[in-house]
């Protein structure tokens, strides 16, 4: 398949695309997040395209995913709405502060102390403590 | 600053949705009257006596309400030298559901059918006799492989249990195909009493996960016959009406006594989870990893998840299925944003996103074949490959790569903010 982007062609592999997708999708949607960190690598590393023409396409990319996931979980009587009506409040105004926060840290600094957290955490759910 | 003002709106209404769930708004008589001090006694114990062979047990408790959680004295008499039992659970109900894919030890083949009630108790606890504590102690060293309907036989308990095998359990047969086009396969017919009991006994441990929650040596028989128990009932429960019955055995039961357990804000109750919270908790760590996950490039779900299943005794299917709305308003506004300055690929989107479609069709429908367990292990491992990744991204090589391109993508987002300027102007 070949994408243009601001007078940019690309070729990709759009079968590898799909596939990978899919699977992020089936494990993102059973495990309820919604993938980003994943896809992103898929179609820099796997598709070999730039940043610039990932950041928003993954982005709709992964709304079709979480949107069809919501409506099944939905379907399966999952959710809870005190509980969501709890969360959803918290996860917008921190969309509204993080940014003023990003000004003044490194994301690289972030990205290394998520790194331990993710690690301490995963070691926690494999009960290796 | 419209986004911010709808945000706003978007809190208020939710907070004033808590708040009017949780009753605040309603009259509450019965909220400041004072607990009768007095037992409340069981019609039960005039008709016990008369029939000695079935005598049913007395029980009586010390009081009748309890603000999220407590201790109850349970008295009452039984027939000389025979145990009693103490079932309590909530009137409230939760789902429970498991999915059997454990070899059937007579046919050697897994027979891949989920069980399933609607009608769980939200608590349900059996109280058994002192001289079973340390039974009970064995069993929890057995860890997460524990059997309920073992262990309430070890206890000479399984004759007393009654409250959850009398819920209605469905069944229904998984295939591969239906699990594919996300099914949850065909209906089977309803099960007889004892199957239905022995598939309750299963759930029971698959909602409730530990023996702890279900199980606990407290009654101290005395050899008059009579008995006592100290009851806790833990925070973080379901509000509403509780029963008591004493058992000694299938048919020598009293009648239900009932307590009331009250929450209040800003505790509010999950209807779904079958678990009051201190609403505070999930809201500040929503936004402290909402807030960590915007900083470094990933959603929270990936720690909001792990992180809610470990705190608050929350089923995964709940927390899985709630988490993932949230995210969903936060990637819209993303999408909208980029697209108003046409920085993205519709098609490269679209067409990934269909194959993500189906992926995400199929998703929700494995959760819940699932153990708690299960969850936490395999969530355990993506953790670990994220942790990689993440690793990697901060990796010389790669920032140095990453710089060039961000400098790249800046260039380019200028270009496109300015044409979407432009185009304004005109």
């Excluded at chain 1, 990709?12 to 699977?23: E, S």
């Excluded at chain 2, 019965?30 to 006596?49: D, E, I, L, R, Y």
């Amino acid at each position: 398949m070949i994408v243009h982007f601001w007078g940019h062609e690309f070729k990709i592999n759009i079968v590898l695309g799909c596939i990978g997708g899919f699977l992020i999708a089936v494990v993102s949607s059973m495990f309820g997040f919604g993938g980003g960190p994943f896809m992103v690598p898929l179609m820099t590393v796997g598709l070999g395209l730039p940043m610039y023409v990932v950041v928003g396409s993954s982005l709709l990319a992964i709304f079709f995913n979480t949107l069809m996931g919501t409506m099944r979980h939905y379907q399966f009587g999952n959710f809870d709405l005190v509980f969501f009506l709890i969360m959803f409040p918290a996860a917008i105004l921190g969309g509204y502060i993080a940014p003023q926060i990003a000004k003044r840290i490194s994301p690289t600094t972030v990205k290394r102390v998520a790194v331990a957290g993710l690690v301490i955490l995963a070691l926690n759910l494999l009960g290796v403590y | 600053m419209k986004r911010s003002w709808l945000s706003l709106a978007v809190a208020m209404t939710a907070a004033f949705v808590i708040l009017w769930q949780n009753g605040a708004f309603a009259e509450k008589p019965a909220q400041h009257a004072p607990a009768p001090k007095a037992g409340v006694q069981s019609p039960a114990q005039g008709a016990g006596k008369s029939q000695p062979p079935a005598a049913a047990p007395t029980v009586q408790i010390d009081k009748t309400a309890l603000d999220n959680g407590g201790t109850i004295v349970v008295t009452g008499t039984a027939p000389v030298g025979k145990p009693v039992y103490l079932e309590v659970w909530a009137e409230k109900t939760v789902r429970a559901s498991r999915f059997d894919a454990d070899v059937d030890k007579d046919t050697g083949k897994r027979p891949y059918i989920l069980y399933m009630t609607h009608d769980m108790p939200a608590y349900y606890k059996m109280f058994v006799p002192k001289e079973h504590k340390e039974t009970l102690v064995k069993i929890k060293q057995e860890g997460g492989k524990w059997s309920f309907s073992k262990a309430l036989k070890d206890v000479g308990a399984d004759a007393v249990y009654s409250a959850p095998a009398a819920k209605a359990v469905d069944r229904y047969q998984a295939t591969l195909m239906g699990s594919i086009i996300g099914s949850r396969g065909a209906p089977l017919s309803s099960m007889d009493e004892k199957e239905n009991a022995k598939r309750s006994m299963q759930l029971v441990k698959a909602r409730f996960r530990s023996v702890d929650k279900v199980m606990s040596a407290d009654v101290e028989m005395h050899p008059n016959g009579t008995y006592r128990a100290e009851i806790k009932i833990r925070a973080g429960l379901a509000p509403g009406k509780y029963n008591i019955v004493a058992a000694v055995d299938k048919t020598a039961k009293s009648q239900p006594v009932t307590f009331e357990n009250r929450i209040a804000f800003p505790l509010v109750y999950l209807s779904n989870g079958g678990t009051s919270v201190n609403l505070f908790g999930p809201f500040f760590l929503t936004l402290a990893i909402a807030i960590f996950g915007v900083l470094m490039g990933a959603g929270g779900g990936f720690i909001m998840n792990p992180l809610l299943v470990s705190i608050w005794p929350l089923p995964h299917t709940v927390v899985a299925g709630t988490v993932m709305p949230t995210v969903l308003f936060s990637q819209g506004s993303g999408i909208y944003n980029y697209s108003k300055i046409k920085f993205i690929s519709w098609k490269l989107g679209v067409a990934i996103g269909l194959a993500m479609v189906a992926g995400g069709f199929i998703g929700p429908k494995l959760t819940e074949m699932i153990t708690l367990a299960q969850f936490k292990f395999v969530f355990g491992w993506i953790l670990l490959v994220l942790a990689g990744l993440m690793f990697w991204q901060t990796t010389p090589g790669y920032l140095e790569k990453n710089k060039k391109e961000q400098d790249i993508m800046k260039q380019f987002k200028k270009q496109a903010e300015d044409a979407a300027k432009a185009k304004k102007g005109n």
